[in-house]
């Protein structure tokens, strides 16, 4: 698996020997987000069948150069494929190119391989399209969209209401679509385009039945002479969903390897035998490049067990403050709406370098399993992995490291200031727990909320409809409500009998919050802490704290903000705006301190 840029993509090599190379087209958005852990697998597995495989993120997104507002967005994403599909025949020097794309990315692999059908450089084009789960249809693609995002928004989304996108927009969880994107899916019907570009087409089908517009697709393209075989795809479902819960489609996978190993013989060849060589494709290139202003480079660290991207300022020498993005939840590293990318680079054009870390379980880390759960990502190792991501940065000369992380992350970062001396600063949002143990182990995954998000979904007339019209089972509900009651009501009664002591119980998790807030305070670790009005982290800082955190008054060095616009996951701008610039307000003033105790800055290093 090597990493590789091209034409402002960032992208994966997964080499083989074979003559047939498969691009890999993502989904969109969150589904990019959710599916990430079974694309990656799905390019080793195809890989150790003898495929050449590149996936890559499309411009704008992922760790890929451009802004998200850039114009023409899926005519720009199609043209990328074709630039992987040229970049995968000049590294592996394979005859024929099959594109592999889903949902959202099937569409533009169709796109694509109409574009090259009639270049000339591609004699006919591509050899085959593996569709899963295609978007054939635009209009009711956003209908979906929306559907998800209002659900959303209805059930744990925060009492403040969020503002509506610009104009002719649509917000998807952390992600925005533009008017103009809008306007490009409103368009996209596949049944209803030219012929099929590709002689060969396996379609895996979600939803089968006559009602199915994958299916109706296929039987488009079988009418008009393309040889495609179709396939129920039953584990769809638990694939698409939140990455730390998101499987990856074994039977599927399994079943397209098949089909591609099956008929290379029937696949057409394209330019035969051709190597070609483009510039930047050798691997003496140099893994550092220049994306929106700064520079990148990948890094692999802790014995090659865990990936990062090092960002950088391009020109001028970086300050001595560093700043650390763990993973949050099961996203690989480039975070919910971009917001590690976008940030990281605001940071190095202030002159500061920050690492966008995968710990060893996660993303595009070397070993990364097939599967995660909460209780995995809780646990020990990772915490020891943001650790020794401290440690490799201190090496390489950052006399302050920040870390900066949200719900997990924040849970990894904190633990990993506790273990690590060498941890000067924390921005910690929406922290859900202090401490993770064997209860925790049994409820994760279950649902939990405060009760402030219970009353603030309750307080919602959409909510109550959905329950009278049947939409919203009220039994698993009122069960969620009950063990969360039960929680609340047993560890508010240790709260208290802890207090009546008069002194704290080391066993306890409220004695074990206070002492690692104490301790990070005495060592001088300047620690923010960010939580939504009515988030499930903010009662669990109530009941170690007091009901207005007094506990943590005494603290010169802890800082506790309230934000009304912050959601859980921050899926919404608002509360990403606000994240990040308390990370840059936060880096900046430990800037200041350093400068202002005579800790010099190199030269060229700014403090703004």
């Known amino acids: 698996m090597r990493r590789l840029m091209f034409e402002g993509c960032a992208g994966w090599l997964h080499e083989a020997q074979g003559t047939t190379g498969v691009v890999l087209c993502a989904p969109l958005g969150h589904e990019a987000m959710w599916s990430h852990r079974a694309w990656r697998h799905l390019a080793d597995d195809l890989a150790a069948a003898g495929m050449p495989v590149l996936r890559f993120d499309y411009p704008c997104t992922g760790d890929s150069a451009g802004a998200c507002d850039a114009a023409h967005f899926l005519g720009r994403a199609a043209s990328s494929i074709v630039a992987a599909a040229a970049q995968l025949r000049a590294l ?15 569409s533009l692999a169709v796109q694509a391989a109409e574009a090259m059908r009639s270049h000339p450089a591609w004699q006919g084009g591509v050899a085959g399209l593996v569709l899963l789960a295609p978007v054939v249809n635009g209009r009711a693609y956003l209908r979906e969209l929306r559907a998800l995002h209002l659900n959303w928004l209805n059930s744990v989304g925060p009492t403040e209401t969020p503002p509506p996108a610009p104009a002719g927009g649509l917000d998807v969880l952390a992600f925005r679509f533009t008017a103009a994107t809008v306007r490009e899916l409103e368009a996209l019907r596949l049944d209803r385009g030219t012929a099929c570009p590709a002689p060969h087409v396996l379609v895996l089908d979600p939803w089968p039945g006559t009602t199915s517009a994958a299916g109706a697709l296929a039987q488009y393209y079988t009418d008009g002479g393309v040889k495609v075989d179709t396939a129920a795809f039953p584990e769809y479902a638990d694939m698409m969903q939140s990455a ?81 993005f763990p993973n949050t939840g099961g996203n690989h590293h480039v975070g919910d709406g971009r917001m590690f990318v976008t940030l990281s680079r ?263």
């Open 346 to 608: 605001r940071l190095a054009r202030l002159g500061v370098v920050s690492l966008r870390l995968d710990v060893s379980a996660l993303g595009d880390s070397p070993r990364a399993p097939r599967s995660m759960s909460i209780s995995e990502i809780y646990s020990p190792g990772p915490r020891a992995d943001v650790s020794a991501a401290v440690d490799w940065m201190r090496a390489r000369g950052f006399r302050c490291i920040v870390l900066a992380g949200v719900c997990s992350g924040a849970f990894l970062s904190l633990h990993a200031a506790l273990a690590n001396p060498g941890v000067n600063g924390l921005v910690l949002a929406n922290l859900v727990k202090f401490r993770w143990d064997r209860a925790d182990d049994r409820s994760a995954g279950k649902g939990a909320r405060s009760w402030q998000g219970w009353l603030s979904a309750a307080r919602r007339g959409g909510n109550w409809q959905r329950v009278l019209q049947g939409q919203v089972r009220i039994g698993p509900l009122a069960a969620a409500m009950a063990r969360h009651a039960y929680r609340h009501a047993t560890e508010r009664v240790a709260f208290r009998l802890t207090r009546l002591r008069g002194g704290e119980d080391l066993a306890s998790a409220t004695a074990y919050a206070r002492a690692a807030m104490r301790g990070l305070n005495e060592r001088g670790v300047r620690t923010d802490m960010l939580y939504g009005s009515d988030d499930m982290g903010l009662e669990e800082a109530q009941l170690r704290f007091g009901r207005d955190l007094e506990a943590l008054a005494a603290f010169t060095h802890i800082t506790v903000h309230r934000h009304g616009c912050m959601d859980h996951a921050l899926f919404l701008a608002g509360g990403r705006q606000v994240f990040c610039d308390q990370v840059v307000k936060h880096v900046v003033a430990r800037l200041a301190a350093m400068e202002a105790v005579g800790d010099g800055l190199p030269q060229g290093a700014k403090v703004c």
């Open 92 to 106: 592996a020097g394979v005859e024929r190119i099959v594109l592999c794309g889903l949902r959202a990315g099937a």
């Open 244 to 324: 730390e819960f998101a499987g990856v489609p074994a039977q599927a996978w399994r079943q397209l390897v098949q089909w591609l190993g099956s008929t290379p013989a029937a696949l057409p060849a394209a330019l035969p035998g051709a190597r070609w060589h483009m510039p930047g494709a050798g691997r003496g290139a140099s893994p550092r490049v220049a994306v929106d202003g700064v520079a990148e480079e990948p890094v692999w660290l802790n014995a090659r067990r865990q990936f990062g991207v090092l960002c950088m300022p391009r020109d001028a020498a970086p300050a001595p403050v560093a700043v650390i």
